[in-house]
C-alpha cells in the first residue's frame, strides 16, 4: 500500500508538471489512467476507465475563459480508487468528476494566490537582474498554484480507499445508473464547446456529414479522419483549378496586363 | 507563392543555436501561466537566452526582462513565432538606439489573438480530436495502443511545428511582418483544418454520446422501446438533440460546469424514473 502511494505521488507529480512538460497532454485522463491502472495492477481497467474519463472530460480544456476542473486529481483518485474497490468504470466517474469540481475549487482559493507571490518575486528579480533566482521562482510558481493536489491525491488514496469501498455500497444503485447515463450524455458538452470554435455557415455541413456517414456507415473515427483529409484535398485542388480558369478568362478578355505574381 | 526558406541569414548577433535554445526553454511556456499576467514569467524564461547575449549591461537587460514581463498569453504550440519575432526585434533594438521599444511589445499584442485563435482552433479543436477519437476508440476495448497513439499523433505533430515557428519568427521579425498575412496560404489551411476538424466532431458524437430511453410503448410480445422509435425515424435523433440543446445553451451561455451538472442530474434523474438507462 506505501509503495502503491508513492507511485500515486510520482503520477500526481508528472500529472502536475503538464505545463513544465510543454502542455504535451499527459494529464490527459486517457494517459494518466493508463498510468494508474499500472501502479494498480490492473492495466486494462486502468486504460478502459481512463477512456471514458477522456470523452466525459472532452471539453474540458481551457478555452477562452473557462478554467476546467482539475483532471490530475479527478482522474487519478477516480480510476485508483475504483480499480481498489473492484468497481467498473461508472464508479470511476462517479468518484472522479466531484473530486475534480472540488479541486478546482481549493486551486482558485489556494494555489491562485501562492502563485501570485511567486509571481511578483519573478519581477523583483528582473529588477534587481538576478537570473538564477528568477529560474526558481518560475519553477515554484507553477507548482504553487497544483501544491493542494500534490499534497491531497497521494494522502485520499492511502486513507480513502477503505472509505471509499464502503462509499460506493451505500451509493444507490440508480445513482450509478444515472452517472453511466450521464458518461454518454457528457461528451456532448465537449463536442458540442469545440464546434462552437470553429462552426460558421461554411463548415456547419460538414459536421452533419461526419455524424451521419457513422449513423448509417459505421465507419470508425480514424476511417472519417481519413476521408475528411480526402475531401478537404479535393477542395482545395478544384478551388486551385477555378482560380486558374478565370485568370485565364480575365486575361484573353482584358488583357489588363497586371501580373499578380 | 510563399518561399519555404525559414532560416533567416543570422549575420546579426542571434545565431541558429541561440534560437535551438529558445525553442527548449519555450516548453515549460504555460508552467508558471497566472491569472494576473498569463504567460509573462514563461515567455520571459524563453527569451532569456537572447536577452543575456544581446544586452551585456545590467540595467538594459532589466528594462527587457520587464519589458516581457507584461501580460502575454498565446496558444503554448505556436508560442516560438512570437518568441522568434521578439527575438528579432530585440536584436534590431540592441543594435539601434534609435529604435522604438514599445513597437516589441504592440507587435507582439498585436499577434496575441488571431495567433491564438488559430492555435486553438488547430491544437485543441482538430489535432487533439482526432488523436482522441483515435486513441479512446482502441482504449475503451482495453488497447495499450490507445493512448500510445493519443500521445503520438497529437504531439509529434506539436513537436515540429513548435520547432519550426522558432526559426520562421525569427525570419518574419527581421524581414516584412506582413508577409504571413499575405500570402494567403495560412487562411487555406485553417479552412482546411476547421472542416477536417468539424467533420470528425461530428463523427465523434454520433459515435460517443449515448442516449438510450428504455421506457416500452405498448404491452407484452409486440412491446417496442421509445428507442427503436426514434432509432426508425433516423439514426442519432436522440443523440443529435441532445447535441443541439447542449450547444444551445452554451450559445445561451451557460456556464460549462452548471451544463455538466445538468447532464449529470438529467442522468440520475433518468435512471430513477427508469426513463434513461446506460
Redesign the interface.
Known amino acids: 500500500m506505501l509503495l502503491k502511494t508513492i507511485l500515486i505521488f510520482l503520477i500526481t507529480l508528472l500529472g502536475y508538471s503538464e505545463w513544465l512538460l510543454g502542455t504535451s497532454l499527459i494529464q490527459r485522463p486517457i494517459i494518466m489512467g493508463t498510468l494508474v491502472g499500472l501502479v494498480m495492477g490492473n492495466l486494462p481497467a486502468g486504460i478502459i476507465m481512463g477512456a471514458t474519463m477522456e470523452l466525459a472530460m472532452v471539453g474540458a480544456v481551457s478555452i477562452g475563459a473557462y478554467i476546467p476542473p482539475d483532471l490530475v486529481a479527478g482522474t487519478i483518485l477516480g480510476v485508483s480508487l475504483a480499480i481498489q474497490s473492484g468497481a467498473d468504470a461508472a464508479a470511476a466517474l462517479t468518484l472522479g468528476i466531484p473530486i475534480a469540481t472540488v479541486m478546482l475549487a481549493l486551486n482558485t482559493a489556494i494555489g491562485t494566490p501562492l502563485s501570485l507571490i511567486y509571481v511578483h518575486k519573478c519581477d523583483r528579480d528582473a529588477e534587481n537582474v538576478n537570473i538564477r533566482q528568477f529560474n526558481i521562482d518560475m519553477y515554484i510558481c507553477g507548482y504553487a498554484e497544483h501544491v493542494c493536489g500534490i499534497i491531497f491525491v497521494p494522502l485520499a488514496f492511502y486513507f480513502g480507499s477503505s472509505t471509499v469501498a464502503r462509499l460506493l455500497n451505500i451509493i444507490p444503485s440508480f445513482v450509478q445508473t444515472g452517472m453511466e447515463v450521464a458518461s454518454g450524455l457528457l461528451p456532448a458538452l465537449g463536442f458540442a464547446m469545440l464546434a462552437q470554435m470553429v462552426m460558421n455557415k461554411k463548415v456547419a455541413p460538414f459536421f452533419f456529414l461526419g455524424f451521419f456517414l457513422v449513423g448509417y456507415l459505421k465507419i470508425s473515427t480514424t476511417g472519417i479522419a481519413i476521408f475528411a483529409i480526402i475531401l478537404v484535398s479535393i477542395m482545395l485542388i478544384y478551388q486551385n483549378m477555378s482560380k486558374e480558369n478565370k485568370a485565364e478568362k480575365a486575361d484573353s478578355a482584358g488583357g489588363s496586363g497586371f501580373d499578380e505574381f | 507563392?510563399m518561399s519555404f526558406n525559414i532560416h533567416a541569414d543570422y549575420d546579426k548577433k542571434i545565431t541558429k543555436r541561440d534560437l535551438i535554445r529558445v525553442f527548449w526553454k519555450s516548453?515549460?511556456?504555460?508552467?508558471?501561466?497566472?491569472?494576473?499576467?498569463m504567460d509573462?514569467?514563461?515567455f520571459?524564461?524563453a527569451l532569456?537566452p537572447v536577452l543575456?547575449k544581446l544586452y551585456p549591461k545590467?540595467e538594459d537587460?532589466?528594462n527587457a526582462?520587464?519589458r516581457h514581463?507584461e501580460v502575454y498569453n498565446i496558444t503554448?504550440?505556436i508560442s516560438t513565432l512570437p518568441l522568434g519575432i521578439a527575438a528579432a526585434m530585440e536584436e534590431a533594438n540592441a543594435e539601434d538606439p534609435e529604435f522604438d521599444t514599445s513597437s516589441i511589445s504592440n507587435v507582439k499584442m498585436a499577434l496575441m489573438g488571431p495567433l491564438s485563435g488559430i492555435g486553438?482552433?488547430f491544437f485543441?479543436?482538430?489535432l487533439?480530436?482526432?488523436?482522441?477519437?483515435?486513441?479512446?476508440?482502441l482504449?475503451?476495448?482495453?488497447?495499450?495502443l490507445?493512448?500510445i497513439l493519443?500521445?503520438l499523433i497529437?504531439?509529434i505533430p506539436?513537436?515540429i511545428i513548435?520547432y519550426v515557428s522558432t526559426f520562421l519568427g525569427y525570419r518574419l521579425g527581421s524581414t516584412a511582418m506582413s508577409e504571413i498575412g499575405q500570402s494567403g496560404l495560412m487562411q487555406?489551411v485553417m479552412?482546411?483544418a476547421?472542416?477536417?476538424?468539424?467533420?470528425?466532431?461530428?463523427?465523434?458524437?454520433?459515435?460517443?454520446?449515448?442516449?438510450?430511453f428504455i421506457t416500452k410503448l405498448g404491452a407484452g410480445e409486440s412491446a417496442a422501446t421509445v428507442q427503436s422509435l426514434l432509432d426508425g425515424i433516423?439514426?442519432?435523433l436522440a443523440?443529435?438533440a441532445?447535441?443541439g440543446i447542449?450547444?444551445w445553451m452554451?450559445?445561451k451561455k451557460f456556464n460549462?460546469?452548471l451544463?455538466?451538472l445538468i447532464?449529470?442530474a438529467?442522468?440520475?434523474?433518468?435512471?430513477?424514473f427508469g426513463i434513461?438507462?446506460?
Request: with cysteine; hydrophobic share 50%.
Open positions: 507563392m516548453i515549460p511556456l504555460e508552467h508558471a501561466w497566472n491569472y494576473e499576467r509573462n514569467v514563461s520571459t524564461y532569456l543575456q545590467k537587460l532589466s526582462m520587464k514581463l503554448p504550440y486553438d482552433a485543441w479543436g482538430t487533439r480530436i482526432i488523436a482522441t477519437g483515435i486513441g479512446c476508440a482504449a475503451l476495448k482495453g488497447n495499450i490507445g493512448p493519443f500521445f497529437f504531439n506539436h513537436y513548435r487555406k479552412q482546411a476547421s472542416i477536417v476538424g468539424i467533420m470528425v466532431v461530428g463523427a465523434m458524437t454520433m459515435d460517443m454520446v449515448h442516449v438510450n433516423f439514426p442519432g443523440t443529435l441532445v447535441f447542449t450547444y452554451l450559445k460549462p460546469l451544463i455538466m447532464s449529470l438529467v442522468g440520475i434523474a433518468g435512471a430513477y434513461l438507462g446506460a
